[in-house]
């Protein structure tokens, strides 16, 4: 399998560098001796990518990745952790932030009068506490362990 990072590594490297496609083919062959990224292995991609860095291409160093700021509250947090558990048991159709919204808004939407559009938005200590009690009753009776 080849690693997709390396050849959109060559990609960023080309535009940097000003290389249009016939350039980038051109360099390729020089490199390694094949035109197109399909018939290369990592080696040889590994080989065009030096070859662009003998070119004059330097890569930027890699930022942090950018995450969400943690909920502004601990039962929010508490929230999301309870989430991430139950996806780590495999039992989450949607592990993500979006399936714990959709959780939310599809479990409490006929007994709240509203509904945030991200969990993060709720104030309301009390419901809050109706999603930890949910998201726990949910991990009890799919054998998911609290206390880690």
Request: proline share 3%.
């Amino acid at each position: 399998m080849v690693d997709r990072a390396l050849q959109r590594k060559i990609h960023v490297a080309c535009r940097e560098l000003g290389l249009d496609g016939d350039a980038r083919h051109a360099v390729q062959i020089a490199a390694c001796g094949k035109a197109s990224m399909k018939d290369m292995d990592d080696n040889d991609l590994t080989l065009v990518i030096n070859h662009l860095k003998d070119r004059g291409w330097k890569p930027k160093k890699p930022t942090a990745k950018q995450y969400r700021k943690a909920a502004p509250r601990a039962d929010l947090r508490f929230v999301h952790v309870l989430w991430r558990l139950l996806g780590e048991a495999g039992v989450l159709d949607q592990p993500t932030r979006a399936g714990l919204n959709a959780f939310v808004r599809k479990r409490f939407e006929a007994t709240w009068e509203s509904v945030p559009i991200d969990i993060d938005a709720l104030r309301d200590h009390e419901q809050i506490n109706d999603v930890v009690e949910a998201l726990k009753a949910w991990c009890g009776r799919v054998g998911v362990k609290l206390d880690r």
